[in-house]
């Protein structure tokens, strides 16, 4: 086959899971997937994340993480916003210069911006959950983090605005920047708040404190979402 058809196939098979990922649509998943999308409501959970890189790092070595995270999602959103996509340039499926558009439904009448690959919203979410991921190797934070990068990018192809192949690009890009911004901030770091193993001693312990509480309010946000988008009036 040539690489000419291989490609065709897959942008052809991008097009198929989008179609069947966007197909269904009730009133209460339109609005629990357009407010799990929105950047502010996870404002909480972003608040709680800072809180326990302070409880747990040295103010150094806290202050460093938070420069490092700033770092990790400015370059992750920019590589895709300002260089890859007018590199690209794929028109977003909802773009009305973009035939599928026709056969896309909305949620809220948002069709975003011109172009789509890759995904800004799954480079930036991937980015934070891979760089605590790293950052505190807990299984709980861990696998809430990477549950909520999953379900923000469902959420994309939900309402039209990406396709998957989109997401996983962007998921890539933000997960190699995380990782090397995390190395980055290990290698900064000073002596006194990195182990003998070359790990993050993130208390006098080496015990990291109070990681249920990101998951928590994350939970209890989604929780949140998921009671206005039953209750609100239509």
């Not at 999602?73 to 210069?97: E, M």
């Not at 930036?124 to 696998?143: D, E, G, H, Q």
């Amino acid at each position: 086959m040539m690489p000419l058809d291989i490609l065709s196939g897959l942008e052809q098979m991008d097009v198929d899971l989008l179609l069947a990922m966007n197909r269904w649509h009730t009133v209460w998943a339109d609005e629990f997937m357009r407010l799990f999308s929105e950047k502010w409501v996870w404002v909480p959970l972003y608040m709680s994340l800072v809180y326990v890189v302070a409880r747990n790092l040295r103010w150094k070595a806290a202050a460093l993480c938070v420069a490092a995270l700033a770092l990790t999602i400015i370059l992750t959103d920019q590589t895709c916003a300002t260089f890859i996509r007018p590199w690209v340039c794929r028109l977003r499926p909802t773009n009305l210069q973009n035939p599928l558009s026709q056969l896309i439904v909305m949620v809220d009448g948002n069709r975003g911006g011109i172009y789509s690959f890759p995904s800004c919203h799954a480079a930036n979410t991937w980015a934070l959950a891979v760089f605590f991921i790293f950052l505190f190797r807990n299984a709980p934070l861990s696998w809430f983090m990477a549950c909520w990068a999953l379900v923000t990018c469902y959420s994309r192809s939900y309402m039209g605005l990406h396709y998957p192949g989109d997401l996983l690009a962007g998921g890539l890009v933000g997960t190699a920047i995380a990782f090397l911004c995390y190395r980055l901030f290990v290698r900064l770091a000073s002596a006194s708040v990195i182990s003998t193993e070359g790990r993050i001693a993130l208390s006098p312990r080496k015990e990291a404190k109070q990681l249920f509480l990101p998951v928590a309010v994350g939970l209890l946000t989604i929780l949140s979402i998921l009671i206005y988008s039953l209750v609100r009036p239509v």
